[in-house]
């Protein structure tokens, strides 16, 4: 369901919500591309699907639109987004060149869309390469990177960069991501829909519910993870944690995810997840559909910790939308998770199974310090990780790209 920004003004405020007004105003009419590789599964349909109907709203022609690829195209993609965030893979050239005719087929199909428009961004490795096959740009391009590339590896990152290279500026994170580039970088962290289905508030009986459809015992407490079967996101570290843990105290665990379309390997991680799981009916690994949303919010909800030991993380949303559930997160002490969980504030770094296992042991036996932990974690997304701070850094930075040349902006 699309909202008005005017709803925002409860949770945000009635100034920020003014300001983004004022901010789009210049901009009103401007036709902007988004353009990314899914439609749904991961963070990045996620802020997506958020985003633009609110630049809409604000009077800003957005378009979103999705590359298109036969399934070679994804095996190459993703291998390029494991290699990104530090696998020492290489993509051989057969890979490379699918990657190559794909941006290629799918820039004769979107060319008319994207030369005339009068700004794109374009979000992460999978089509980065239509730029090259778009000479007669009106506006500005944009490469907007999620992913965690603080230690690409070199051969993979040297590929991309040149057409990365090729873009008037680029968006990251955090700063240990960006890379040398001779174009301007700018540092946009992501952020959650309060209002959406995933985060509002949701009523009592809707809780009870989730016990009894999942089979969960709500006497004793539950750990959540909520990840794609990725192994980037340690979903056999968060089971071996948990076994750990649950010789000092009495444990559920749930490891809900699902697939996303552009992402291959997702199938065999969830074979490995199950058979890492089986024999013990306390660990409840949940597939679940893509518009899962409600089900996903009632099992932050019900959660008394909320886990995402990611080995690698561009940002962790499921970090941010548990917080704002008042849950700490043990969260790896890698990439944008570090942004989000202050270390013994709003929840806990950690680097390994033990390290999760003990803290898990801590904060179930400590409940004042889980709860004062989660209020902080709440008030932290409110001032940091709100779609409303995402959507003003956005139009900031287009005001600032649709006048480049100009000393002075009026607002
Ligand atoms: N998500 C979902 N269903 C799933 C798994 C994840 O809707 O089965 C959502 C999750 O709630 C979050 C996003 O997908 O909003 C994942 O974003 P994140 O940044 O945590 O990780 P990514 O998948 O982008 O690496």
Redesign the pocket.
């Known amino acids: 369901m699309e909202r008005r920004l005017e709803e925002y003004i409860p949770v945000a405020g009635k100034d920020v919500v003014n300001q983004l007004y004022q901010l789009a105003e210049p901009l009103k009419g401007m036709r902007v591309v988004h353009l990314n590789s899914t439609r749904e ?4 349909a ?1 802020i997506l699907d958020r985003l633009v109907p609110l630049k809409r709203e604000l009077g800003l022609d957005t378009v979103w639109e999705v590359i298109q690829g036969e399934p070679p195209f994804y095996v190459c993609t993703k291998g390029m987004h494991n290699a990104l965030q530090g696998d020492p893979v290489d993509i051989g050239p057969d890979l490379l060149r699918v990657y190559e005719e794909t941006n290629r087929s799918e820039a004769d199909r979107l060319r008319g869309l994207l030369e005339d428009a009068d700004m794109v961004f374009i979000h992460d490795p999978q089509p980065a390469q239509l730029i090259t096959h778009c000479p007669r740009r009106k506006g500005p391009w944009v490469w907007r990177c ?1 992913i965690d590339l603080s230690r690409p590896h070199r051969p993979v990152w040297k590929y991309l960069r040149r057409h990365v290279k090729a873009y008037y500026a680029s968006i990251w994170h955090i700063p240990s991501f960006a890379q040398p580039l001779e174009r301007p970088q700018y540092l946009i962290p ?1 952020s ?1 829909d309060p209002l959406s289905e ?1 985060n509002r508030d949701l009523n009592s009986d809707e809780l009870q519910a989730t016990y009894r459809t999942y089979a969960l015992d709500p006497d004793r407490p539950i750990l959540l993870q ?3 079967f ?1 192994r980037f ?1 340690d979903p056999i570290g968060v089971i071996q944690a948990y076994r750990l843990a649950k010789r000092f105290v009495p444990l559920q665990l749930i490891l ?3 697939t ?1 379309s552009d992402d291959p390997e997702g199938r065999l991680v969830l074979e490995h997840v199950r058979d890492a799981a089986s024999g013990d009916p306390d660990i409840h690994v949940l597939l ?1 559909p ?1 518009d ?2 409600r089900t ?1 919010n009632a099992l932050q909800r019900i959660a008394d910790l909320v886990l ?1 030991k990611s080995l690698k ?7 941010t ?1 548990a917080m704002w559930k008042q849950k700490p997160v043990i969260g790896g002490d890698v990439g944008g998770i570090r942004l989000q969980v202050v270390n013994h504030h709003t929840g806990f770094l950690v680097s390994t199974p033990e390290g999760a296992a003990h803290r898990i042991r801590y904060l179930l036996k400590n409940r004042g310090r889980l709860n004062d932990m989660g209020r902080k974690a709440y008030r932290f997304v409110q001032e940091s990780f709100l779609l409303t701070r995402h959507l003003r850094e956005y139009l900031t930075l287009m005001v600032g790209l649709a006048h480049n040349s100009h000393d002075r902006i009026e607002l």
Do not use: M, N, Y
């Open positions: 599964g991961g963070g990045v996620e999620h992501p959650i995933k909520v990840s794609r990725d996101k809900a995810g699902g996303a679940l893509p899962a949303h996903i995402q993380e561009g940002f962790g949303l499921t970090v939308e």
